[in-house]
Structures are given as structure tokens and as C-alpha cells.
């Protein structure tokens, strides 16, 4: 087990290093500059020169690499190119856990809704409810993320005023300042995971409810809740399990339209305008936090399979 998360881990490490290397060199070969993007073109070429030598953009593209790599190394993301001089880990520091809040949240919109609609859908094949549950999976699968989150604040903020339409509040503030912030916008990115999950529920079920073992419980006449909570469910995790962590890591990486419509500065909004910005060091930072949390999100879930199904041994 051990052995097995070690390699992982240095595995892991090197499809960061990979990743962002790649976003380094993709970053400076596309056309533009930053410094005239900051400077909206209208700067002193002197001045950009100066700027230039400051940021090191002056020098060798491999001689970049290698001083940002080293600082890398040391903890040391460096400082925003646009604006202040701000550094990146400050920048990340407080975007990730707006991030974090609205991720948490809808991924606890998504499995609410998702896991007893799933089963429903499985249990109730070919019925009403069978058939209701798929025809909603299939319009929150096709409903865009931002619509929802619009019509939302139309409904809340605007009609009924009960919630606020934008911002955010740290959870430091009191939870209902915080939760009031956050639960429409975490509602609108949940509603499409959630599809998503009751239809791979509903999926893994049906080839359970086909299993030998689950007819033997059955003519046992055990109860239908034991047989599904006890034998069902637990073994049609696995492919479940990989979905959602799936799910997770892309709500961890940010929403980025739900948070340019709910005016939340998250990981995907800062990572927009890095872009935008041709903020070389906000991008590789964000970019590195990114790839982060899907390579440990992965390791999560392989290790989880074990913990669902003790067959599944770590070699």
C-alpha cells in the first residue's frame, strides 16, 4: 500500500512538472505581449524595455524556465505581471477557497439529488418514475450551467429577494452570510453533475440487480432496503466512484461561468484572466494548483475503490 502511494506520488509530481512546462513554452509562443497588454500599447518603448528587463523577459525562453522552475522549487510561484506586483500563492491563497465552498457545495447538491434518484430510476425500471427521473437527468444534462444560474437570481434575488445576486463571504462571517452567498450558485453547477451521476447510478445498478448473489438475497426474503443499502449499492460504486471524483475535480478546478455570473473570484475566474491578461506566472501558478487537484483527486478515488470493495488490493 505504501509502495503503491509512493509511486503514485512521484507519478503525480511528474504530470505536474509536465504540465507545466508545457504551459510555460504554449504561453510564450503564443503571439502578443504581456506588457503591452498592461500597458494597453501606449507605453514608452523605453519603459517596455525597462519592464521587460525587470520581468526577465528579456532573456533566453530556457533561461526563464530554469529560474522559474528553480523558484518553483522553492515554494515561489512569483508575482502577478498585471497590476500590482501581487504574488501568485497570495492570489491562489484567496481564490481557492471560494472555490472550495462552491465546489463542496454543489458536489453536495449533486449527490442529494443524484444517489436516491439513481436508485429510483434502477429499482422502477421501464415505470413512471423510471422515466420521469430520466427525462429530468436529460434536461439537467442539457441545460447550460449559466441559464440555470440566471434564472436563479431572477427567481431569488430579483423576484422573491430572499438571496443575494452576487459576491461572496468567507464562512469566517457566520455560516448564513456565507451559505446565502453561495447556495446559488452552488445549486446551478450541481444540477448538471447530479444528471450525470444518476444516470451512471442508475446504469451500474441495473448490471447488480442482474448478479446471482443479488437473486439469492432475494429469495432469502430479506428486505428490499437491506438488499440494496447492504448488497446493491456498495458494489455498483466502483464506476460511480470514478465519475464522481471526476466531478469533483472539475468543480475543484473552478466554474468559471457560474462564477463570472455569481461575481465570485475563484480558481477559474483567476485562471480566465491570467489568460486574458497573458499573466505568465498567474497561469503557470493556476495552472500547477489545477493539475494538482485532478492527480490527487484520481489517487483518492483508486485508493477509495479498496475501501468500497476489499477484493481491490494495491500491488
Known sequence: MKQYIIRRLIGAFIVMWAVATLVFVMMRLVPGDPLAAMLFDAADPDMVEELRRQYGLDQPIYVQYFKWFWQVLQGNLGSSIYGSRTPVTTIIAEAFPRTMSLATLGFFFALIIAVPAGLISAIRKHSAMDHTVTVFAFIG?????????????????????????????????????????????????????????????????????????????????????????????????????????????????????????????????????????????????????????????????DLLYGVVDPRIRFE
Do not use: C
Not at 203 to 225: C, H, P
Not at 242 to 254: C, D, E, H, K, Q
Open 141 to 301: 444534462l442539457s441545460m447550460p450551467d449559466f441559464w440555470l444560474a440566471i434564472l436563479l437570481i431572477i427567481v431569488f434575488a430579483a423576484k422573491l429577494q430572499v438571496l443575494p445576486a452576487i459576491g461572496y463571504v468567507p464562512l469566517s462571517q457566520g455560516f448564513w452570510p456565507w451559505l446565502s452567498h453561495i447556495i446559488l450558485p452552488a445549486f446551478a453547477i450541481g444540477v448538471g453533475f447530479a444528471a450525470i451521476i444518476t444516470r451512471m447510478i442508475r446504469s451500474s445498478m441495473l448490471e447488480i440487480l442482474k448478479t446471482d448473489y443479488m437473486r439469492v438475497a432475494q429469495a432469502k426474503g430479506l428486505r428490499e432496503f437491506v438488499i440494496l443499502t447492504r448488497h446493491g449499492f456498495p458494489n455498483a460504486l466502483i464506476p460511480v466512484l470514478t465519475v464522481m471524483g471526476i466531478a469533483l475535480a472539475l468543480l475543484l478546478a473552478g466554474a468559471v461561468v457560474v462564477e463570472n455570473v455569481f461575481a465570485i473570484k475563484g480558481l477559474g475566474r483567476v485562471l480566465i484572466e491570467g489568460i486574458l491578461n497573458r499573466d505568465y506566472p498567474v497561469v503557470q501558478g493556476a495552472i500547477i494548483a489545477v493539475s494538482a487537484i485532478f492527480v490527487f483527486a484520481n489517487l483518492i478515488v
